[in-house]
T-cell receptor, first 111, second 115 residues
Framework: GQSLEQPSEVTAVEGAIVQINCTYQ??????LSWYQQHDGGAPTFLSY????GLEETGRFSSFLSRSDSYGYLLLQELQMKDSASYFC????????????FGSGTRLLVRP | SAVISQKPSRDICQRGTSLTIQCQVD?????MFWYRQQPGQSLTLIAT?????????ESGFVIDKFPISRPNLTFSTLTVSNMSPEDSSIYLC????????????FGPGTRLTVL
């Protein structure tokens, strides 16, 4: 089967840098996605890594190590509006269009 | 991206009743998915809504409980039947917007509370 593990909660201060980790177990692997979900909102796509390395999109970066079955989302210059839940997700091997989500990490940004 | 609307945005229902949730997309899409998100939990795929054929359900979800319609390529409905408090969740539809599906766009969700 496929499963993903994330820390349940992370707290950081405004302006700081925070890293949200995700480890996965899967018999096959296409890539790792990250989604952000504010309370009461819909999940929104942040990034996708199919290859090893760091992908940067503004204040957010995502990293993947396929050999370690590990990835992380890096948020820099934290802002209060970054307080949200963050989910890693992998496509299923039987259909890449079907996603398996991690349990989610709730990020609280303090002033 | 896509513009997805869902109706209703929220509802409070009595146990034993049924609720039909609508999902409308602003463009034709081949695949539409329905997810459930229980309070404080992650997203779980319920089924794939197929146009012109029956929906494909995931393990643990059955057609009698969650009948789905997909009359065309822009619209789908999910019905939550014979509801119990355990059905209290957010129900979301999604569509893939990249080939391979690694990027999906979600509707705003329907927040259901069953008393």
């Amino acid at each position: 089967g496929q499963s993903l593990e994330q820390p349940s909660e992370v707290t950081a201060v405004e302006g700081a840098i925070v890293q949200i980790n995700c480890t996965y177990q899967t018999s096959g692997f296409y890539g790792l996605s990250w989604y952000q979900q504010h309370d009461g909102g819909a999940p929104t796509f942040l990034s996708y890594n199919a290859l090893d390395g760091l992908e940067e999109t503004g204040r957010f970066s995502s990293f993947l190590s396929r050999s370690d079955s590990y990835g992380y989302l890096l948020l820099q210059e934290l802002q209060m509006k970054d307080s949200a839940s963050y989910f890693c997700a992998v496509p299923r091997m039987d259909s890449s269009y079907k996603l398996i989500f991690g349990s989610g990490t709730r990020l609280l940004v303090r002033p | 991206s896509a513009v997805i609307s869902q109706k209703p945005s929220r509802d409070i229902c009595q146990r034993g009743t049924s609720l039909t949730i609508q999902c409308q997309v602003d463009s034709q899409v081949t695949m539409m998915f329905w997810y459930r998100q229980q309070p404080g939990q992650s997203l779980t795929l319920i089924a794939t809504a197929n146009q012109g054929s029956e929906a494909t359900y995931e393990s643990g979800f059955v057609i009698d409980k969650f009948p789905i319609s997909r009359p065309n390529l822009t619209f789908s409905t999910l019905t939550v039947s014979n509801m119990s408090p355990e059905d209290s969740s957010i129900y979301l539809c999604s569509v893939p917007i990249t080939v391979g599906g690694n990027e999906q766009f979600f509707g705003p969700g329907t927040r259901l509370t069953v008393l």
